[in-house]
């Protein structure tokens, strides 16, 4: 038999993924199998395996010693490689930003040309950047790193500058994560396009990803849709607001009300706009793709333990560009 207590930066994770960090080579069914049988129990009482657990909760698992070392027995390898791994990109990524951070979150700036999550195992992203910042800080340790890593919560693409929010305790990032889930968080990007753009207001339609070429392609009504690919589009939107012109470009506010891939750059080149430096949608000129996440803005928050943290939270950060008038 082994025992944990849940400690209270783990507080408001899951408990099977609690298990999973402790037990890393047990598959899934393991867990839902040992609490059918009444070998794994929360407090004392039958369980799960999905519940979310609470500051001071007791979890024993009724298994011989010989199978507890046979599924933990990568943690060790696992644990070493992610700070190796936080470490060196907290030293070599340049140009990313704390703008603001507590206990559970970090908002930080993305610059063009970093990943937000790794593409590739030799690669470094801005999640490892990210643990390696708490880390330094002192807001992690090895140890607690073996309980829970901290992640990042939304994405951008490469090429895509701006702010990303990071869960840095298991309660923060299922706060933060089923608020953009529900499409509570609003997101607005900036962005400069090519023309004296005419667009405003809102617009739909489905978005069609080739995930081989890594492109979409965007379709205004339903009806437009190949056959073949009417099982993966799906239903996209956003509202485009222009700031200024300048020439034969234009500086647009645009909130993304539905986060797909490639979403706003397809969809703009579509309508006749193609964002400035983006050449896989209609644009090679410049020395980058202009365009940026500007700003979050929460809601009223209804969650008791994050209502004051967050509530009618505005998060912001200059876009790296500008057109002048």
Not at 42 to 55: D, F, P, Q, R, V
Not at 140 to 155: A, D, K, M, Q
Request: charged residues 30%; proline residues 4%; positive net charge.
């Amino acid at each position: 038999m082994v025992s944990w207590q849940v400690k209270p930066e783990e507080s408001g994770g899951r408990m099977d993924k609690f298990l999973k960090k402790r037990l890393k080579s047990a598959p899934d069914s393991f867990f839902y199998k040992m609490a059918r049988k009444k070998n794994l129990l929360l407090n004392g009482a039958k369980c799960t395996g999905k519940e979310i657990l609470k500051s001071g909760d007791e979890i024993k698992l009724y298994v011989s010693d010989s199978t507890i070392a046979l599924f933990s027995g990568e943690e060790e390898n696992s644990s070493n490689s992610l700070l190796k791994e936080a470490s060196l990109a907290y030293q070599k990524l340049k140009g990313i930003e704390v703008i603001e951070e507590d206990d559970d979150l970090l908002f930080l700036y993305k610059p063009a040309g970093i990943l937000t999550q790794k593409a590739e195992k030799e690669s470094f992203s801005l999640n490892e950047w990210m643990i390696g910042y708490l880390l330094d800080s002192g807001k992690v340790n090895e140890e607690s790193l073996n309980v829970f890593h901290p992640s990042v919560c939304n994405r951008l693409d490469r090429n895509t500058s701006g702010i990303v929010i990071c869960g840095i305790t298991p309660r923060g990032s299922r706060f933060a994560s089923k608020m953009i889930k529900d499409r509570l968080v609003k997101k607005y990007y900036q962005c400069i396009v090519k023309g004296n753009c005419k667009l405003s207001g809102d617009y739909d339609g489905y978005l069609v990803k080739d995930e081989e070429k890594n492109i979409s392609t965007y379709y205004k009504i339903e009806s437009d849709i190949p056959s073949s690919s009417k099982k993966d589009a799906v239903p996209v939107s956003l509202s485009v607001n222009p700031l200024r012109s300048k020439g034969d470009k234009t500086l647009l506010e645009i909130e993304l009300k539905t986060g797909k891939s490639h979403q706003i750059r397809v969809m703009l080149s579509s309508l006749g706009y193609p964002i400035v430096g983006d050449p896989k949608y209609g644009d090679s000129t410049g020395k980058g793709q202009l365009l940026s996440a500007v700003r979050l803005e929460f809601p009223e928050v209804e969650e008791e333990e994050f209502r004051d943290k967050y509530s009618n939270l505005v998060i912001s950060h200059r876009p790296p560009f500008e057109l002048r008038p």
